[in-house]
């Protein structure tokens, strides 16, 4: 998983929660606002 491991493995509890629901919200947040999210993650 990624990042989610390297949280893990520094002491910290971590849930991983595949709710639809929420998978649906930042899917539609990332469309409706693609250069926020590419600047959040380091993208142009």
Same mark, same amino acid.
């Given at each position: ?13 971590? !849930?991983? #929660?595949n *709710?639809?629901?929420?998978? !649906?919200? #930042?899917? *539609? ?16």
């Open positions: 998983m990624g990042g989610q491991d390297w949280v893990a493995e520094n002491g910290c509890e971590l !849930k991983v #929660m *709710d639809p629901g929420l998978i !649906k919200l #930042m899917g *539609d947040f990332i469309e409706n606002n693609d250069a926020l999210w590419n600047e959040d993650i380091g993208e142009e």
